[in-house]
């Protein structure tokens, strides 16, 4: 060992005596430490640092030190001793933590009696977790029942974030705590579990001789959705305990107001109705409460009567403390709601205020059941839900304005008074509450959109049938714009923040306050990565969808985001569309090391999906890194690694690692090699691919790979090679060289596709040639085509071939002579070229599209599939006939109804059968000057619907402003119709 200069002089002698003996250990055991005099003076500044705990600069102080832990960790033991100052123990203990440090562990133990430590329980606390978990739990429970709060709080929050279902009987015994504060925890702690045992210990446990224990079961009963729960509640009606029938039926007030429900059978109401008139006031109150909810959604008489007399009063004793201080703490809060719901009022806990309001009303007061207008004093008590269902597909936004947590189904947000006026207001402006209920009718396939508005007691609801939302739009609009900008609200992250009140509030301000775009991106992406494990698996789809997009717009990600995000795609099960939206963001990031993470585990978790998934992670590494992985051990991440490498600009050293793995042991590899060779056009290789050629003579797959590279590489020189193959007596040997002639157009090769598309005996040979023709798509090949096309002495499957290859990416307008072939005697001939016909909208081909949807002979086998997509796309209609007659009889019918209108107004009709506003599309018809208006509309149809009503809109998108992005057919890959989509939306903007 050789250590340079003087450690860590001066007033850093313990940091120096520390390192000092840390190296002399590490020389008795074989290890060598070199520290320059530079080295020293870094991480003598960083120590320094340390002392402005937990500052941000000390944070990024501590991190550095965490990097080098063989050197640190005794130091940070060191500085654990009490003549340090609390801050600097704080830190040490936060980085023994983090490093997982087990000789910290006792260490740590010993300072928490410390009194100077006391404001610094919760890191001690946490740092004890993350170094030994099972044995923190139980420490920390101990702590969690303390007679002081200083250790019970700190306890309590770190437990939360590692208790589980193995704890259950350890916190069980926690609920016989003397300390009512203790059991709250307790309470909590099981709440989190939410198993069938956590939750009969939650019932086993009410009547506590604590009303704040008491309050927190009924709260975390009344907010659990869980149908078990309700069913236990709905039991207690047969409970001879009054006092415990209460407790259930305040959870289930509870259940009802959170979830949306009605819970309380017939048992229920003749039980409450009894215990209307028991003389303890708390079973009396509750009774009274849960009558509100009935009263509202029952027509009995005798309910009524009783609202309008009986209950008011009732509550009004209860609300004004004149319930035993026990049951009272828990039945407040519910019976001020009841009263504030049951008037319309709201005199807060003003006793004097209630009892002259009432005095002055209660000979005329019926209970409120319907209200009109909107008020500030009304909002806190109203809701707004927005729902959009088309098929299987339901969204769901609902808007409240008091900011308490709920579960209710679909996205919920909470918005400020003012927020929520602003909603409201839109309602008077369309006249909202003078709508009848429905507009339109339902049809299967038409969206439906629902707007649902309580205030107070009042509710109304209309539905609207139609892809537009009609009446409703500027509210749906004003409501999508709010959800936007209040999007943050669904990612409350539970696991660090339990409280949920304290959690909005803060972030709220934050939002108010912050206007910056980007400012609110970076917040909502930690959120996002934060939350996500604790969110449904139905929202998680959606949250990395949200993550990916985020992370386009601004690739900023900090390290703690990277590795949690890293550790929600290692929890899928699978890879999915989920891990391929967090991959795909995490990869915008650019930092090496997550990237190389994430390679390594794609790489184990093969899959087509995968694939991709490293192919867009290489190519976000710098082209040396990539080199790397041509000798990775996954074959995968090799194959893959060569593709991406044959995308950059060649050079004599990539060649080379290229020209290398030629030898590879894998046929995946090798494989990939051969075709980076053909793109790159190496000459070093040609020898080896020959080689290769030679010993594979027998493998179809790879004669055409190395074919197609050999062409590549040499041009016309590889085409006595081709010929050989072209020659071989199995067919499967003559098409892979077929295919491999594709890649060039030179016409040497287009010239003996011709021929082998003419002469050969073999039908796959022949359609393997024609598919290379279209690939080639030269103007002389294209001449050739239509030559053998219009040749009669040919077969009619040979002039068929050539005409499908003729149709692959041509935009010319079809002439006069071809149509002519719509009269044809030939019934291939004719369904053919009504095929090539339909994406030009010649209606004429029509009636040969339909009998071609017939059963045909064998001869032309995908006849009756192209018919078919040829009718969807000219006539923009879809049936749903698996039958092939049947689908034949169905179109017939459609012709002889439509024949008589242009293929503009079978577009017309089509798109109105959807349900848009096609009124801009009046002016196309009638060929007006304000034709553009009805752009906006073809890009919304372009967004949504079947892929030929998209080319429809194309069509009509292309005739309106003159610009070609791109046709969609069946085929066209995602993310081609995506760009094309997007391409259009973009532009006409």
């Not at 069913?231 to 289930?252: C, G, I």
């Not at 019918?893 to 024949?899: D, F, G, M, P, S």
Request: charged content about 25%.
């Amino acid at each position: 060992m050789m250590v340079k200069n003087t450690l860590f002089c001066g007033s850093r002698l313990n940091i120096t005596t520390a390192i000092l003996f840390f190296c002399l250990l590490s020389f008795s055991m074989g290890q060598s430490f070199v520290i320059s005099k530079k080295t020293q003076k870094q991480m003598d500044e960083l120590f320094s640092h340390l002392e402005d705990w937990p500052l941000p600069k000390a944070k990024q102080a501590a991190n550095l030190l965490m990097k080098r832990p063989l050197l640190t960790v005794p130091v940070f033991l060191r500085k654990l001793d009490s003549k340090e100052s609390s801050r600097m123990r704080q830190a040490s203990v936060y980085c023994l933590g983090k490093l997982k440090a087990k000789e910290g562990f006792s260490e740590i133990l010993k300072i928490i009696s410390d009194p100077a430590m006391e404001n610094q329980l919760s890191t001690i606390f946490a740092a004890l977790a993350e170094i030994d978990e099972n044995k923190a739990y139980s420490l920390l429970l101990k702590h969690m029942q303390s007679s002081r709060i200083v250790y019970r709080n700190p306890a309590f929050e770190n437990l939360l974030l590692i208790t589980k279902e193995k704890h259950l009987p350890l916190l069980k015994k926690a609920l016989k705590s003397k300390y009512s504060a203790s059991r709250e925890y307790a309470i909590e702690l099981i709440f989190r579990l939410q198993t069938k045992e956590s939750i009969s210990v939650l019932f086993s446990q009410l009547g506590d001789n604590s009303a704040q224990v008491n309050s927190k079961i009924v709260e975390k009963l009344g907010t659990l959705d869980s149908d078990l729960v309700r069913q236990q509640l709905l039991a207690f009606s047969k409970n001879t305990d009054k006092e415990m029938q209460s407790y259930a039926l305040l959870a289930l007030v509870q259940q009802e107001d959170y979830f949306h429900l009605s819970l309380f059978n017939e048992e229920w109401i003749s039980s409450i109705l009894l215990s209307l008139r028991h003389n303890d006031y708390f079973i009396r109150g509750s009774a009274a409460t849960a009558l509100v909810n009935i009263g509202f959604s029952n027509d009995s008489p005798e309910i009524i009567e009783i609202m309008n007399t009986h209950l008011v009063p009732i509550l009004l004793h209860t609300v004004m403390g004149g319930v035993y201080y026990k049951q009272y703490l828990v039945l407040r809060e519910f019976a001020y709601k009841k009263l504030t719901q049951l008037t319309g009022k709201d005199y807060g806990y003003s006793q004097k205020n209630w009892w002259q309001w009432w005095e002055k009303n209660k000979k005329s007061f019926h209970a409120v059941r319907l209200l009109r207008g909107v008020s500030p004093e009304q909002v806190a008590q109203s809701k707004i839900t927005y729902i959009y269902e088309q098929g299987k597909e339901k969204k769901q936004i609902t808007f409240l304005a008091t900011p308490k947590k709920t579960n209710g189904s679909g996205q919920i947000f909470f918005l400020s008074q003012g927020k929520m006026i602003e909603v409201l207001n839109l309602l008077p402006q369309i006249s909202f509450f003078e709508l009848e209920k429905v507009y339109g009718l339902e049809e299967k396939g038409l969206p439906r959109f629902t707007i649902e508005v309580k205030i107070k007691s009042e509710e109304k609801t209309v539905v609207v049938y139609g892809r537009e939302g009609g009446l409703l739009r500027q509210v749906i609009d004003k409501i999508e714009a709010t959800t936007e900008e209040n999007v943050w609200q669904l990612y409350w992250d539970s696991y660090y923040f339990p409280d949920w009140d304290d959690w909005y509030a803060q972030n709220r301000a934050w939002f108010d306050k912050n206007k910056d775009p980007e400012k609110r991106d970076q917040r909502l992406k930690k959120m996002l990565v934060s939350s996500y494990s604790w969110l449904k698996p139905e929202k998680r789809k959606d949250v990395a969808r949200q993550f990916f997009l985020l992370m386009q717009k601004n690739d900023f990600l900090s390290d703690g985001s990277v590795q949690l995000a890293i550790l929600h795609i290692k929890t899928e099960l699978d890879i999915n569309e989920i891990t391929e939206y967090w991959v795909r963001g995490i990869a915008y990031s650019k930092k090496e090391y997550a990237l190389t993470s994430l390679l390594d585990f794609l790489g184990q978790k093969y899959t087509l999906r995968a694939r991709e998934l490293i192919g867009f992670l290489l190519r976000q590494v710098p082209q040396e890194t990539l080199i790397k992985y041509l000798r990775h051990t996954n074959l995968h991440l090799r194959s893959i690694a060569i593709e991406v490498l044959s995308e950059y600009s060649p050079t004599s050293s990539s060649n080379l690692y290229i020209q290398s793995v030629l030898e590879d042991s894998s046929d995946e590899v090798k494989e990939s090699a051969i075709k980076a060779c053909g793109k790159l056009r190496i000459k070093a290789t040609v020898d080896s691919l020959r080689t290769l050629l030679v010993q594979n003579h027998q493998n179809a797959k790879m004669i055409t790979l190395l074919l197609s590279s050999l062409i590549q590489i040499e041009g016309v020189e590889a085409f006595s090679t081709i010929q050989q193959y072209l020659a071989e007596p199995k067919s499967e040997i003559r098409q892979s060289a077929c295919v491999a002639l594709g890649v060039s157009s030179d016409k040497i090769f287009s010239d003996a596709l011709l021929q082998v598309l003419l002469n050969d005996t073999s039908k796959e040979v022949r359609k393997a040639a024609a598919r290379s023709l279209a690939k080639q798509n030269t103007p002389e090949v294209q001449a050739a085509l239509w030559n053998i096309f219009y040749q009669e002495k040919l077969s009619s499957p040979l002039r068929c071939l050539a005409l499908e290859a003729l149709s692959e990416g041509n935009t010319k307008k079809p002439s006069k002579k071809l149509k002519l072939l719509l009269q044809s005697e030939d019934k291939l001939i004719r369904t053919m070229v009504a095929i090539h016909l339909a994406p030009f909208w010649e209606k004429e081909a029509v009636p040969n599209l339909i009998e071609g949807l017939l059963p045909q002979k064998q001869e032309y086998p995908n006849l009756r599939l192209l018919s078919q997509q040829a009718l969807e796309r000219i006539t923009f209609t879809r049936f749903q006939e698996n039958n092939s007659t049947q689908l034949h009889k169905t179109y017939l019918q459609w012709w002889k109804k439509h024949q008589e209108l242009s293929v503009l107004e079978w577009f017309f009709h089509s798109v109105r059968k959807k349900g848009y506003d096609v009124a801009p599309l009046l002016d196309v018809l009638l060929e007006t000057e304000e034709q553009n208006q009805a752009i906006p509309l073809l890009i919304r149809v372009l967004k949504k619907e079947d892929w030929y009503l998209k080319d429809g809109s194309l069509w009509l998108l292309e005739k309106l402003s003159g610009e070609h992005f791109g046709r969609i057919t069946p085929q066209t890959p995602l993310e081609v119709r995506e760009g094309i989509i997007a391409k259009w939306t973009t532009d006409s903007r």
